[in-house]
């Protein structure tokens, strides 16, 4: 990367969190005219205060991002529910799917969800690798989901859409949502 487009990234990070040149250069161990002209881009950056800088301004996880997309799945019409993608554990869901379960909706939560998937459904997730799903390359796919003759959670032939996305925290989250026939 060239010298001026990091500096330009520094400047932008460092602004973005309301921190002053001073304040970096202390934190890195530099003077405050060092940051300034890396920003400038009139002086290269050591690989090793680029690592410093980037941790140092990272975006902090914001758990409100979190709370908020788990009340846009609460109050939704669709039939949705949204797991985190490695464990399947539930960690919100729609009337309109909450609805279709035979068990208190609270006794889901928290659990995961992978039991009660169908034949279809474990084919689904076992292709999941080969198409880049967990390396981001693939962040939507729609899937036969099959029925799992559950009484409990029963999931009925159709179609659904995996949307992956992260949490606040990075780790991963899948928004299940039933396509309409």
């Known amino acids: 990367m060239a010298i001026q487009a990091f500096g330009r990234i520094l400047r932008r ?39 410093a800088a980037e941790r140092l301004l990272a975006t902090p996880p914001v758990p409100s991002q979190d709370a908020a997309l788990r009340r846009l799945v609460e109050t939704s019409a669709l039939k949705v529910h949204l797991i985190c993608d490695r464990t399947h554990r539930l960690l919100a869901a729609s009337p309109a799917r909450r609805g279709e379960w035979r068990g208190d909706p609270a006794d889901f939560l928290g659990r995961s969800l992978l039991v009660y998937a169908s034949p279809a459904i474990l084919a689904a997730e076992d292709g999941l690798d080969a198409l880049g799903w967990h390396e981001d390359r693939c962040a939507s796919l729609a899937i036969d989901t099959g029925s799992n003759g559950d009484t409990l959670l029963p999931i009925r032939p159709g179609r659904a859409l995996w949307e992956r996305l992260p949490l606040a925290d990075g780790s991963p989250a899948r928004l299940v949502t039933t396509l309409p026939p």
């Open 13 to 51: 990070l460092r602004v973005l969190r309301g921190m002053k040149q001073a304040h970096l250069a202390e934190l890195l161990g530099v003077a405050q005219a060092t940051v300034s002209r890396w920003e400038r881009g009139e002086l290269p950056i050591p690989p090793d205060r680029i690592a």
